[in-house]
């Protein structure tokens, strides 16, 4: 099975500074890869996804953006903070075919103040 | 209408007796269909997955999916505790991007002791 790696678990930064969120995937080759935010008490908002290498697609334009340098690597960065980016970064990844799951990763916690 | 809904709760249960979580979908081409788990402050979990008509079990949960309606359901059986938390549906929508799952808002249970 595959284990997703995020780092880091919780982030304080203030409004303004650059982010950078590393995702890793362990257990699997070529898989679709996701970004989520979930704010407080909300559902899950779809970011950012990749089928491949250098490959992205975006759902919300905003001030973030995401790269995937390497196969099993995914990466969501940001120049400057906004209060409104608080929120649940979930990592996930999913097989190709209709019927695979999707597998999520810990978690990054981050607060703008 | 969204494309998968779901009712947001909190859904109170009395601890012994089924939960019963719904959700319903609007993309009749729909292929996989996944439940999944997701405990405050903690990333989701996979409870169920299901492909065909009719039910699936696996221990206590029972999933349910009848796509001439396009409903799919989650029961718990002989509910505990430790089920409360927020219960989301997914699902593998291509009319939606067959690349992504399509996610509802969740529903939040509570068992009561």
């Known amino acids: 099975s595959q284990t997703i790696h995020q780092w880091p678990a919780t982030l304080v930064q203030p409004v303004g500074s650059p982010l950078s969120l590393e995702c890793t995937v362990e257990g699997t080759s070529n898989p679709n890869l996701y970004w989520y935010r979930q704010a407080a008490g909300r559902g899950l908002q779809l970011l950012f996804y990749s089928v491949g290498i250098g490959q992205i697609s975006s759902e919300v334009p905003q001030n973030l953006s995401a790269s995937r340098p390497q196969d099993r690597q995914f990466i969501l960065s940001s120049k400057k903070l906004l209060l409104s980016d608080s929120g649940f970064y979930l990592c996930a990844s999913r097989g190709l075919l209709a019927t695979d799951t999707q597998y999520f990763g810990p978690g990054t916690r981050l607060t703008v103040l | 209408q969204k494309e998968v809904e779901q009712n947001s709760g909190p859904l109170s249960v009395p601890e012994g007796a089924i939960a019963s979580l719904n959700c319903t979908y609007s993309d009749r081409v729909s292929q996989s269909f996944f439940w999944y788990r997701q405990y405050s402050g903690k990333s989701p979990e996979l409870i169920m997955s299901?492909?065909?008509?009719g039910d699936k079990e696996d221990g206590r949960f029972t999933a349910q999916l009848n796509k001439a309606s396009q409903y799919v359901s989650l029961l718990i059986r002989d509910s505990q505790p430790s089920d409360s938390a927020t219960y989301l549906c997914a699902v593998n929508a291509p009319n939606f991007g067959n690349e992504k799952l399509t996610f509802g808002t969740g529903t939040r249970l509570t068992i009561i002791p």
């Open positions: 299901i492909y065909s008509n």
